[in-house]
């Protein structure tokens, strides 16, 4: 039986030529991009930001939503976007739900293709077109 569909935001965190990968300490034991479920009566761009704060303690900002997912999480339906997020500090202050981080330069991030369960074969292109659009 499916039950209320679960909304998620994401944020691809960029401080210069770098993005952070956290390491997840439940299953899917991976690397991933910050993120998390969206609060009741919570933008998915203000649930980006927060997320992004409470699993690394790093302000960011998002410049704009890159993907759109549709899938289930734990029997439910799942809906989650993932943004683009600029920070200016690499001060990692992990939260309980991950137990290791890495500042991956982005040139390389392709590379960690087989340790996440995310595309972030797309990474740099989104990446990319954030930074273009943020200056246009």
């Known amino acids: 039986m499916e039950g209320k569909t679960l909304c998620a935001a994401v944020g691809i965190l960029v401080n210069g030529d770098k993005t952070l990968l956290l390491h ?3 299953p899917p034991f991976c690397w991933c991009p910050p993120g998390g ?3 009741t009566g919570e933008s998915y761009e203000d649930a980006a930001k927060r997320e992004v704060y409470e699993e690394t303690g790093i302000a960011c900002r998002p410049l704009i939503p890159v993907e759109e997912w549709d899938g289930i999480h734990e029997g439910s339906p799942m809906h989650s976007v993932t943004y683009v997020c600029e920070c200016g500090s690499e001060d990692v202050a992990l939260s309980d739900e991950h137990d290791d981080f ?3 330069a982005i ?4 590379q960690w293709k087989d340790k996440t ?3 972030v074969s797309r990474w740099g292109r989104y990446i990319d077109r954030a930074k273009k659009q ?3």
């Open 24 to 26: 997840r300490k439940n």
């Open 37 to 39: 479920r969206v609060e």
């Open 102 to 104: 890495c500042w991956v």
């Open 107 to 110: 040139k390389d991030i392709e």
């Open 117 to 119: 369960d995310f595309d």
């Open 134 to 136: 943020k200056n246009t």
